[in-house]
């Protein structure tokens, strides 16, 4: 079993930054895949970054060049840092885990409760 608990998220005006926070615990972090999604009101949860066990990292075009997530295997703590942000990344964002093999947009196995992050205009 894994334990995913996300905070950072908040109220920003456009342009603004946030860093969000997930921090795991119960399974060897890292050998895991750490993946950000987000769901906005009335759309479907979409991929927004990933960073694999190797540290490679991957993200959706959407927010290429303004997010960055990096991982500390010292703390079992994944990061989103965010740049730029614009009113159409309010969302919830959610934090999740898997084993290290296979596609980093998809089959994750463990979720966080998400963290609210609103963008006003």
């Known amino acids: 079993q894994v334990h995913l608990v996300e905070s950072g998220g908040g109220l920003v005006q456009a342009g603004g930054s946030l860093r969000l926070s997930c921090a795991a615990s119960?399974?060897?972090?890292?050998?895991?895949?750490m993946g950000w999604f987000r769901q906005a009101p009335g759309k479907e949860r979409e991929f927004v970054a990933a960073?694999?066990?190797?540290?490679?990292?991957y993200y959706a075009d959407s927010v290429k060049g303004r997010f960055t997530v990096s991982r500390d295997n010292a703390k079992n703590t994944v990061y989103l840092q965010m740049n730029s942000l614009k009113p159409e990344d309010t969302a919830v964002y959610y934090c999740?885990?898997?084993?290290?093999?296979?596609?980093?947009?998809?089959?994750?196995?463990?979720w966080g409760q998400g963290t609210q992050v609103t963008v006003s205009s």
């Open positions: 960073t694999r066990w190797s540290g490679n990292t």
């Open positions: 999740a885990a898997k084993g290290y093999s296979g596609s980093v947009y998809s089959g994750y196995d463990y």
């Open positions: 119960g399974r060897t972090f890292r050998s895991s895949d």
